[in-house]
């Protein structure tokens, strides 16, 4: 039982790979054909360009990355006790490198009631071979609003998110397995006038492991997709609820995006 | 390449596979080993133990319970509530044949894991002596109970000492503190299902003087207490309890369900009976999830009604019909025009959403959300056309508190039923009186 959230990140991270090597798997048996017409640019080569969001890469100072990116968390029916529907989210990210390695990122993820705004800086290094490491810190806010619907509601907290990625390239593809501690604090919330904050308030609001498969184009552009588990306490998962468990839950998480 | 990355995949997630995913876990409520000093002694008659009921410092153990917590009592029960960590401890009390008297049980904080055993006595010799000759010494600020707590089922050994300071505020019929759907939230550890006979008469162990409860309809119109509209993996254990509550017949819903802590799921009928012949519960909000669920659940009130009215034994109790949306006062209205014509006296009603509408549809109490807001105007205005207010669910105690003191209202829907009652007596006043109402 003490395992149960392990086995939960175990078989996400197992199922992300068996993905990952069948997109590798299919991007090899295209190879022919693309490389005979100029095909799918190598992780190499645009982690030297452009760079890629999520497979740590160091490209010059100034060039950019933009992504438009979905999430779904299928939270455990316990968190979502009465509720049966769970919004899609919306995942923006921005990076611009520094160059020597050194990235700004921007990130926001957003089902319009509740929204995470974050800033951060990272580090990348290329390994030997075909790996590839990083860490990075972001900082920023949670938010969350709802003025209908029964709810004249309001929630605020300052969240904070150190992350380390490690990255390994396939040629035209690159995995990448990002863990992040989910730190928060100071939590608000407001109902009508009255403001006040949660019982049981723990800095360490969770953590995630997401294996993320980038695979590149021949325009330079990144399409991707991945798969992992968020172990979070209730109040993050699903706040309007406001639940004053401490207990973590774990359940999975799939995300997908174009990276421009 | 691609081999061994899916071996790797497989690898990694294999052992993984093999188990379960599940992430909760439960604790175990903790018992004396040999059914402790209680199976010794004779146990303290019903009105004995409102000798114990009062607002105490805790001049030990804070650490546990706080500064200060609130003792009161129900059938068999002594309940010490506290704020903290949403604590309780639920107790006995029985005269040894050495004239001590033993107050023993568990403690527990239901959100978190922790819970152990309690064992304290009656300090003063002559308090003791006065409770085994089978009076009831009125508490005073000599009063105090002495003992120690313990970890799970380790034999207490850490210092407790209670130590009477006033008497508690009036609360019964005056202020309720309304469980939601039973004790506790399906995420707690109290070791009873939500909405199950077992976490009512819980509620009322840990601080509880009513209770809201779900109902919905089986196949065969029985009324049923069940919140989600299908069976779910959260809530109920079953191979074949799956799907749609109201496409189970009574019959199959008893042969395929167990509730979470395998409990039968009960019906309306059952519930409501066991709460007025086991419980000194003073009310019941059903919250009605379906039309088709008033007409049936209205009968079953009204019927209980015309018991109680012949059970001058039995203490006050209010059942009221909750009316959540538009389209279950549709059925409440005919439901009521129903029973009118068949001569039976409609139950109450409360209303949920919308406070111009409470009045006007005879309903005697107002049952907003707290999301949003405490409202004071409306809880004022209602007050003064005699319907009362119970705001649901407010868990988290700052809010409580907030809610205490700015609304000031009849009561509130919690699953944290020993930190609102203690709030009410540490920091509450008496809820103002609703103009003209008997509730």
Redesign the interface.
Known sequence: MLFGPAKCIGLAIGLAGVFAGSSALAAETAKPAASASGGERSVEELAKQRGFLYYPSAPPAGRMRFSLGATYDAIDPAVMYGMSIRFPQLALDFQDSLGKGFLFKAHINTMLITNEVLVGLGYNWAGPGPWSFGAAFNAGMFLGKLGGFGFDALTIAAEYRPELTVGYSLGDVALSLRGSLILMGPERARVGDLWAGFDNPNLFTGHSEILYVENTTRSGSVWYFGAGAMTTRAHYAFWVLFPDSPSLYTYPRLVAGYEY | ??TK??A???A??????L???????EVEIPMFPDGGLLRSGIALKREQLMGFEGFFEVSKGSSLLGETTSVRTSPGTISVLTNK??GFAVLGAACLPDQRVVVEGYWQYP??VDAGLVRLYVDSRETAQAFCNGETPTPDVNFSLTGSYGESNDIPTKPLQLRFVKELKPWRRTFYTVAHHGAC????HCGVSPNSLESIRLAERIGSNAAELDVRVTRDGVPILF???TF????VRGLFCNGAVNQLSLAEMRASCMMRYGEQIPTLDAALQMMVNETELEGVYLDEKTPEGVLPSARLVAKLNEQLANRPDRGPFTAVIGIPTDEVLDAWRSAKATLLDEGITPPDCLLE?DADKVHAEGCILWGP???????PDNVQKLRDQGVGTIFWTI?????I???LT?SKPKGIITA?ASTLFHTYQLIGSVPPPVKGANQ
């Open positions: 390449m691609n990355i899916l790797l995949a497989l990694i997630g294999a052992p993984f596979l188990a379960d995913c599940e992430s909760a876990f960590n949403a959100t978190r939230e399906s995420t707690d919140h989600d509209p779910s993996a959260s809530l959403y959300t707290w999301t949003e807001g405490p409202q868990n988290e105690s700052e809010f508190e907030g809610f700015i944290r």
